[in-house]
């Protein structure tokens, strides 16, 4: 979403203190992920118990090859998010979430219960977003009032169970309620018969053969979790270490927990794997003075033929991490932030 797109600017606005975060930490999420969070150094290295995920997106096409899944309740309260991610999204959005809070009439991150968004990679009108926890009227209110704060209110139509927001200069755009409290949104829904496809498609991940094996191994309770299916040999390459899949999930509660599965072509192909990126984390060890010590907690191992990245942090850990994260803020927030 593009800040000249007015109408697509109010839909993030809406959405901001229930996705903004989501993004972040799924753009993070993208090359790490969780590990069920254990107390000490001992990783856990196998893989997540079977996820719910298959039955709740069903509007997800049968060709996607990644999906994100959010719950703000898991990191919410979360030191990460409270005294790092919170204010970096409030510096770069420019409203803050108190403010949020007051003009919507509630907490978007209390009653937002997840987030989930997939799509093809590289072809932004096939994501779609669903959000569960809120439903047309408290989202129109919101809307409503953050515009008037920003003194550019969108005209907001509603027919039945959809909604069509349109700016000053003729953007629309158009979502949709699946229940009452069951939202969804996409890119490519800028006409009414388009969201109507939408909210009457039923594929999903049952139907997705790619994302399904993957998804079912994820610990989708997670506050960030996710899945990746490379259906393209050139689509990693811009990145240090090449996989088939990816897929995985980050726990915020008590302290930090990351577990992160690559999938390679063979069994060798992972040791082979877990060898460089072993030797490339011992080289970053070396080159990152007091951030050293938290590399060191990554654990790599080859499990088949999937590399097997975990690490584990306390609280106590966490905070005193924190402070030195805050320093290439403005970097991670770019590069979050982006393609928005």
Not at 103 to 108: A, E, R, T, V, W
Not at 167 to 182: I, K
Not at 183 to 193: E, I, V
Request: contains cysteine; negative net charge; glycine residues 8%.
């Amino acid at each position: 979403m593009r800040k000249d797109n007015l109408a697509h600017r109010w839909v993030t606005h809406g959405l901001t203190a229930m996705t903004a975060a989501s993004m972040l930490l799924a753009t993070v999420a993208c090359s790490k992920d969780k590990a069920e969070v254990q107390k000490g150094d001992q990783a856990e290295t196998k893989a997540p118990a079977p996820s719910k995920s298959q039955a709740r997106f069903p509007f997800l096409t049968k060709d996607a090859d990644f999906v994100i899944g959010v719950n703000p309740g898991e990191f919410s309260s979360s030191a990460l998010f409270q005294e790092m991610l919170k204010p970096m999204i409030a510096d770069q959005s420019g409203t803050d979430y108190e403010q949020v809070k007051t003009l919507c009439g509630f907490d978007p991150l209390v009653q937002t219960k997840s987030v989930v968004f997939g799509g093809q990679s590289g072809k932004d009108d096939s994501i779609v977003v669903g959000v569960d926890g809120v439903n047309a009227d408290q989202f129109e209110k919101c809307l409503n009032a953050m515009g008037e704060a920003e003194e550019e209110s969108p005209e907001i139509a509603r027919e039945g169970n959809l909604m069509k927001l349109t700016s000053p200069q003729g953007d629309v755009t158009w979502m949709g309620w699946t229940s009452d409290m069951t939202m969804l949104a996409s890119p490519g829904a800028t006409d009414k018969a388009a969201i109507e496809a939408l909210l009457a498609r039923d594929e999903g991940l049952d139907s997705n053969e790619a994302l399904k094996p993957l998804v079912a191994k994820v610990d989708d309770e997670a506050g960030v979790w996710f899945a990746y299916k490379n259906t393209d040999t050139t689509a990693t390459s811009t990145v240090p270490v090449q996989a088939e899949a990816v897929y995985g999930s980050i726990r915020f509660s008590d302290g930090l927990g990351i577990n992160v599965r690559l999938g390679q072509a063979s069994a060798e192909d992972a040791k082979k794997t877990v060898a460089t990126m072993t030797e490339q984390v011992g080289q970053a060890k070396e080159q990152a003075g007091p951030l050293g010590k938290y590399l060191a907690k990554f654990e790599l191992k080859a499990d088949g033929s999937e590399v097997v990245i975990v690490m584990n942090m306390s609280n106590d850990e966490l905070k005193e991490l924190i402070p030195m994260l805050q320093q290439f803020a403005p970097m991670l927030m770019m590069g979050a932030m982006g393609g928005m």
